[in-house]
């Protein structure tokens, strides 16, 4: 397809003196060494961390960091044979990063990646309620078995493929893939669900079953599976989101479902009455609820924290089973939560690790019988797809050919030797952001877990030394002084095992710690630590001083009745943008006896940004505002800037300083720019006698009044991209066309004319984006700048007329009808017409958005074979492999006059 260039660059070129054009380069025959760490996991128990090297250099350096990556050793190994390791043996429980290097006269090397350190799983924490699904295929690694038995996870789910096993009607062969692991994580203690699953080709034309022979062929194979699997070893669950994902002429309701549920109970039921049948809650009301032994459920909320809804949504999930018949105390089973770590839309890995531990104790606490985390390995390597990152292990990145875990899989380890098998005895709120749970069992000492959504220090009384673990395992004894211990609680939870009598916040906190507001990358800065003894009572027995301990430096705290003391500790400064957690212990004559934390945000020391400045559309001239911003608390020097794209280097200008914590900007001078189209930069900028290199995408998206447009459409063949699942994209008759955005009295408008020479759309509304369909997608502001402010909709023309849908794209809001908006749909020969205005307010904006926001669009293709959506244009992204609004294009709202 053709595609044009933005005129805006060539004229800055001229404009900006002479032209610089960026070299290839040549190939040298010499490179940097070989490196690689080869463990298969670097999941270890205690005492087993040993990584493995390979690598052309005579040696190589290592340094090992905290979760923070803020240095804790370091060393070199030599390399013999092209071998080497680094020997960890000695690391205690925990989450580690792991840098190692290698350097030749031609340069350097580096692998970056981390492991996790377990201790070894009490017999009684086996065979828990804590579970993970992990997708088993012919390619699979073994070694996620080895990290799966290490954590320590009493439960499983697998898919079973039907349209694998039986490839001729009434002959079931297994692959041997999925025997291995079946029966490797029997043999472990765990219990794996088993999911009759996909469609067969031998059955309704490989639709989802839905005939009376389809249906019978279909619980002939479940019972098949449970036959061979050992009907006292597993518990088998039928087809997946059925009512979103099924393809059956019957449909996708939950009568649909509930046929194939009665085919599947009926026959296994009948030779297996013991294996447990589950099947997906979603047929509360229906008949299906009756024929099942438990009722799965998959809830997800990212990123928002679980506390937010997760409770809630079991709680009324509980209340309509029991309400409906059959579902009165029937067990649930959380099938799949959990939280993806995407670029664009997901949480970072370390709220994983919190959410992991929370949504799990809220999910008990709301009345769940058994927890199944989604899922235990990425399913791919995308940092900005969404259904690539909910795993806790991550496939091979940065020179680590294994797995390696994410933060989340040390909590999981965490949870499960601290909980596992426990009963959970009571939980409360200490006031309405910290939240405390008990467990236990007859003759084992009780685990409180506590947490809260904002800072708080919580006094323990207690009358004998008690254990805190963290997250990811590490302990702390903490004794008592004058009957109570001092705990910092914040979102990162921990354990508390011990003789607790009683916990509540404390409103005035003995002690108290307090960190900088923010630190910039590479820039240290100040903790305070504070007592308070302005009620002489409270610090009797404290001695004359205290000793505060923050990441091994030590301060002396003078204790003086009657007033406040406080001592100042230098932090390290962070190495990575993100949270920043300092952590105190401190230390009085009987022992340490309280342990606090602070929090910050450790921000890029450097910040460039480059955004399109539409200046008139008739004809349309622009620019390119590229900013830099210096987070530091001092001024920096600001040398050469050089602005890339399209192969040109273009060098601009700025002022030779840049004082702390500001931002200055410099434009490229107007000229002409190509509206639609995508202008991808680079900008290199030397900032603090640093290069500094940026890169991204913008555009200039004139979004005009109904009826004054001037600027051309979106042509899909010019400035979209084609995707399709099975084959290539056919070309303009398959699909292509042209879309134009504008605005009205409080409505966005779209209009779009759609060649395709094939039209089915027969789904109901939530699944319309299954068959021939527009979607589009907004969110205020530059994309990216805001996550939260963000809608797609879809129009389609379905057999009872058009339907504009919600499908709020990170899970806020609630899917349905939009509210107001308006369509008209026609089809005449391969044409496809759609106009549809929704108003503002129904976009997750408040009115017309006042300066640039973000746009996508995505146009769906179905040729009527039976498998739903064969492939999709797109302009811009975020709607279809994954949900991000930071993918969408920035445009802007052009004023009629």
Not at 217 to 224: G, H, P, Q
Request: hydrophobic share 40%.
């Amino acid at each position: 397809m053709t595609r044009r260039t933005p005129g805006l660059l060539a004229a800055a070129l001229v404009l900006g003196g002479a032209l610089a054009i960026a070299p290839t380069g040549t190939a040298s025959a010499a490179a940097p060494p070989t490196l690689q760490v080869t463990n298969p996991t670097t999941v270890f128990a205690t005492g087993t961390a040993v990584m493995t090297v390979a690598s052309s250099a005579t040696g190589v350096s290592w340094t090992l960091g905290d979760p923070q990556g803020l240095p804790l050793d370091t060393g070199t190994s030599p390399v013999t044979a092209g071998k080497a390791s680094v020997d960890l043996t000695g690391l205690d429980p925990g989450y580690y990063e792991l840098t190692v290097t290698a350097t030749n006269v031609d340069g350097t090397s580096t692998a970056t990646g981390s492991l996790a350190v377990v201790d070894p799983l009490p017999t009684d924490r086996r065979g828990s309620v804590f579970g993970a699904g992990t997708h088993v295929f012919e390619t699979y690694k073994s070694a996620q078995l080895d990290a799966f038995d290490l954590v320590g996870y009493g439960l499983t789910r697998f898919d079973v493929s039907w349209r694998v096993v039986e490839k001729t009607k009434g002959v079931y062969t297994f692959p041997a893939y999925l025997d291995t692991a079946v029966h490797r994580v029997i043999a472990a203690g765990a219990r794996p669900e088993l999911v009759a699953n996909f469609a067969n080709p031998l059955y309704d034309e490989g639709r989802t079953p839905g005939s009376p022979e389809a249906l019978a062929a279909f619980a002939e194979f479940a019972n098949a599976v449970v036959e061979h699997y050992g009907p006292d070893d597993i518990d088998l669950a039928v087809w997946n989101e059925y009512t979103f994902n099924s393809t059956s002429e019957c449909g996708d309701t939950p009568e649909c479902y509930s046929e194939m549920i009665a085919a599947v109970t009926d026959r296994v039921h009948r030779d297996h009455p013991g294996t447990p049948v589950t099947a997906s809650s979603t047929v509360t009301g229906a008949p299906g609820l009756a024929e099942i032994d438990a009722a799965s459920a998959h809830f997800y909320g990212y990123p928002d924290p679980p506390e937010t809804f997760l409770a809630q949504r079991l709680t009324e999930l509980r209340q309509q089973m029991d309400a409906a018949p059959g579902g009165a105390g029937l067990p649930i089973w959380l099938d799949e939560f959990g939280y993806p770590t995407h670029i664009g839309g997901g949480t970072s890995a370390d709220q994983q690790a919190d959410y992991a531990i929370r949504s799990q104790v809220l999910a008990l606490g709301a009345g769940a019988d058994r927890l199944y985390w989604y899922d235990l390995v990425n399913d791919g390597w995308g940092e900005d797809v969404r259904e690539n990152q909910f795993g806790v292990l991550r496939l091979s990145r940065n020179g680590f050919t294994g797995l390696t875990p994410k933060p989340g899989l040390a909590a999981q380890a965490t949870v499960i030797r601290q909980l596992g098998n426990l009963d959970l005895l009571g939980q409360q709120q200490l006031d309405p952001v910290t939240h405390l749970a008990r467990f236990g069992a007859p003759g084992k000492d009780d685990v409180r877990v506590l947490w809260s959504t904002e800072p708080r220090t919580v006094a323990l009384v207690a009358t004998h030394p008690v254990t805190v673990t963290d997250r990811f395992g590490a302990q702390t004894v903490l004794t008592p002084a004058a009957g109570r211990v001092h705990l910092a609680v914040d979102g990162h939870p921990v354990f508390v095992s011990g003789a607790v009598r009683q916990a509540a916040v404390v409103a005035t906190p003995l002690l108290s710690f307090a960190v900088p507001d923010r630190l910039a990358v590479g820039e240290s800065g100040s903790a305070t630590i504070t007592l308070d003894c302005t009620h002489p009572v409270r610090c009797a027995g404290l001695g004359r001083s205290l000793d505060a301990h923050v990441q091994g430096r030590t301060a002396q705290l003078p204790v003086r009745p009657g007033r406040v003391s406080t001592a100042a500790v230098q932090l390290t400064a962070p190495v990575r943008d993100g949270e920043y957690q300092a952590v105190a212990t401190v230390t009085g004559p009987k022992g340490m006896f309280a342990a606090l934390s602070g929090s910050t945000t450790a921000v890029p020391a450097t910040v460039i940004s480059a955004v399109g400045d539409l200046a008139a559309i008739d004809p349309a001239t622009g620019t390119v505002r590229v900013s830099i911003t210096n987070n530091t608390a001092h001024q920096v020097p600001l040398g050469t800037i050089t602005f890339s794209a399209d192969g040109r280097d273009v060098p601009l200008t700025g002022p030779s300083v840049i004082p702390a914590t500001s931002t200055v900007e410099v434009a490229l001078p107007d000229g002409p720019v190509q509206v639609w189209a995508d202008l991808r930069w680079t900008v290199t900028a030397e900032v603090g006698g640093r290069t500094e290199t940026a890169s991204g995408s913008t555009g200039f998206g004139p979004v005009q009044a109904s009826g004054t447009q001037v600027s051309a459409p979106i042509d899909l063949e010019e400035f979209g991209r084609f995707t399709y699942a099975a084959r290539e994209w056919g070309g303009p008759a398959d699909l292509s066309g042209t879309v134009v955005p504008s605005y009205g009295d409080g409505v966005f408008v779209l209009d779009a004319e759609i060649t395709d020479d094939v039209f089915q759309q027969a789904n109901a509304p939530e699944n319309l984006w299954r068959s021939d369909s527009v979607q589009f997608a907004v969110s205020d502001g530059v994309p990216g700048s805001n996550l939260r402010e963000s809608m797609e909709i879809g129009v389609a023309l379905l057999p009872d007329g058009p339907v504009v849908y919600s499908f709020p794209p990170l899970n806020f809001g609630k899917k349905g009808i939009t509210p107001g908006a308006t369509a008209q749909v026609t089809r005449d020969g391969t044409t496809t017409r759609y106009h549809v205005e929704v108003p503002w307010t129904s976009l997750a904006l408040d009115g017309p958005p006042a300066g640039t926001f973000g746009l996508s669009l995505a146009v769906n293709d179905d040729d009527n074979d039976g498998l739903g959506r064969a492939g999709f244009a797109e302009w811009g992204s975020g709607i279809t492999a994954t949900k991000s609004p930071a993918l969408f294009r920035p445009v802007e709202l052009w004023p009629a006059s």
